[in-house]
C-alpha cells in the first residue's frame, strides 16, 4: 500500500513574470564522465545534438552505462549519498545563450591516523569529500558557485551546506525566486530544477514474469481510496487517496500522479489524453470516482474499458514515456532507453514524431537499435557508442560520413538504409 500525495521533490514553476524572463533554465550542450567503472577507466565525452541526440551501438558498447552515468550524475548534484561518475562535468546554455560550466567530484571520505590515511571500518559512517563549482565560459576564476574544503558561496555569499548536500539544493531551501533581481542569484535554483526533473526510461517491458494464467492475473487491479470520514476538519491533517494493488512498482509513481492530475484538474491530464490518443497508446482513459458523499470514496483509472493494472505492456510502455516526457516540464532532459521495445512500430514513429514536437524546450536522450528510429531522426543527431581496449567511446558522425548520408537521403533513401548499408564505421 503506498500514500499518494504530491511529490515532495516535486518543485512548483517559477512566478510567471519570472517564467517569462528566465524560460526554466538551462539546455546540455556537452557532458563529461569520469571514474565511472562501466564506461572504463578513462573519461567519456558525450556532445548532445541541439534537440535529440540518438545513441546507436553493439550490445555491450556502453549506452545504457552512458545514460545511467548521466542521470547519477545529475542526480549527485542534487543530494546525496553520492553513487555516480566520481568526476562529473557538463556544459549548458542558458536562456540568454551564454554558457554555463558545472563540475562535481566526490570520493569516499578517509580518517587520518598515526599510519596515515584510513578507509573507514566496516560498520562506522563513511562520509564523501564532496567538491562543486560552477562558472560562466571565460570566467572560471569567478565562479556563480562553488564548495570546496566545507566551504560553500554563491558568489561572494557563504552559505551552510549540509551533509551529503551541494549548493544548488542547499540554495533551493527556503529561496524566494520572485524575489531575485538577476539571472545570476536565479542560476543555482535553476540548476537544482533542471537536475530535479531529469528523468531515465528503462528499457525493457514492465512485466518480466508473465503469471500462469495469463496478462489479466499478472496483477492486482488498481484502485485509490480516500475515507471522507477521517479528512478536512481543523485539528486533522487531511488523509490522502492511497493506492491499493499489487502493481509494479515502476507504475506505482505513474498511476498516482496521473490520478492527482486528473483530481486537480490540471491541464497536464487533458495533454497526456490527447497526446496517449494521438499516437495509439489508447482510445479511451478515464478515472471514474465513486462513493457517497459523506462515506468512503474509491477510484480506478480505466484504460480501454479494462483496469490499467491489466493492461497491455505496450499501453503501458507508452503511458510511461508520455509520463515521463510531460514530467520534466520543458525544464529538463529525458534519458530514453530503446523505445521500441514493446511498442508497434506505427505507434512508435508517432511517438518520435512528438517527441521531435517536444523538443524545442526539452532534451531527449535516446538509445536505440530500431531502423524505425534511425529513419526519423537526422544524421547530425546520432552519436555512435563503441567498445575498444575495454573502455566506452563515443563519437559524431565526421564530415564524410555526413555528407555520404545527406547525398543518400537526398536520393531518397532512408537514414536506417544508410546505417544498415555498412558505410558506418562503428569504431
Known amino acids: 500500500m503506498y500514500l499518494v500525495a504530491s511529490d515532495a521533490k516535486n518543485a512548483g ?23 565511472w567503472a562501466p ?12 534537440r535529440r ?19 547519477l550524475g545529475l542526480d549527485d548534484s542534487e543530494s546525496g549519498p553520492r553513487t555516480g561518475p566520481h568526476r562529473f562535468k557538463a556544459l549548458f546554455q542558458d536562456h540568454t545563450g551564454r554558457r554555463i560550466f558545472y563540475e562535481h567530484s566526490w570520493a569516499p571520505a578517509v580518517s587520518r ?6 578507509m573507514p571500518l566496516k560498520g562506522q559512517e563513511a562520509g564523501q569529500e564532496w567538491a562543486e563549482r560552477c562558472w560562466y565560459d571565460g570566467q572560471e576564476d569567478q565562479p556563480i558557485w562553488q564548495l570546496k574544503d566545507g566551504q560553500a558561496r554563491i558568489g561572494a555569499k557563504e552559505i551552510e551546506v549540509s551533509k551529503n548536500g551541494s549548493v544548488p ?6 529561496i524566494d525566486p520572485s524575489a531575485m533581481e538577476n539571472s545570476d542569484q536565479l542560476q543555482p535554483y535553476l540548476f537544482y530544477l533542471y537536475c530535479l526533473y531529469a528523468k531515465r526510461v528503462y528499457a525493457g517491458i514492465p512485466h518480466a514474469v508473465e503469471p500462469k494464467d495469463g496478462p489479466l492475473a499478472r496483477t492486482d487491479k488498481v484502485f485509490f481510496y480516500k475515507d471522507k470520514k477521517k479528512t478536512d476538519t481543523a485539528e486533522q491533517t487531511p488523509v490522502e487517496w492511497e493506492i491499493l494493488g499489487k502493481n509494479p512498482a515502476r507504475f506505482t509513481g505513474i498511476f498516482s500522479e496521473i490520478f492527482e ?5 490540471s491541464p497536464t491530464f487533458a495533454e497526456f489524453i490527447a497526446l496517449g490518443q494521438k499516437i495509439g497508446a489508447f482510445q479511451e482513459f478515464e478515472i471514474p470516482i465513486l462513493g457517497p458523499r459523506d462515506g468512503p470514496s474509491f477510484a480506478s483509472i480505466d484504460v480501454d474499458g479494462v483496469n490499467v493494472g491489466a493492461a497491455p505492456d505496450g499501453t503501458l510502455r507508452l503511458m510511461e514515456i508520455l509520463h515521463a516526457m510531460l514530467r520534466i516540464q520543458g525544464r529538463s532532459i529525458l534519458l530514453l532507453e530503446e523505445p521500441e521495445t514493446g511498442i508497434h512500430p506505427g505507434a512508435l514513429i508517432k511517438l518520435l514524431s512528438v517527441l521531435e514536437a517536444y523538443a524545442e524546450d526539452r532534451q531527449f536522450v535516446i538509445s536505440s537499435h530500431s531502423p524505425v528510429v534511425f529513419g526519423q531522426v537526422k544524421p547530425e543527431e546520432l552519436r555512435i557508442v563503441y567498445r575498444q581496449d575495454g573502455q566506452t567511446h563515443v563519437r559524431k558522425l565526421d564530415v564524410s560520413e555526413l555528407d555520404r548520408a545527406t547525398a543518400f537521403l537526398s536520393q531518397e533513401g532512408t537514414l536506417d538504409e544508410f546505417l544498415l548499408s555498412g558505410a558506418i564505421d562503428e569504431s
Open 113 to 118: 591516523g598515526a599510519s596515515g590515511p584510513q
Open 13 to 35: 514553476p517559477l512566478p510567471a513574470e519570472k517564467a517569462d524572463r528566465e524560460a526554466f533554465g538551462w539546455k546540455m550542450l556537452s557532458v563529461e564522465l569520469e571514474g
Open 169 to 174: 539544493a542547499s540554495a533551493f531551501d527556503g
Open 39 to 50: 564506461l572504463g577507466p578513462r573519461k567519456v565525452t558525450l556532445d548532445l545534438a541541439d
Open 261 to 265: 492530475w486528473k483530481r486537480t484538474d
Open 53 to 71: 541526440t540518438v545513441l546507436i551501438g553493439r550490445n555491450g558498447a556502453g549506452k545504457s552505462a552512458l545514460i545511467e552515468g548521466i542521470l
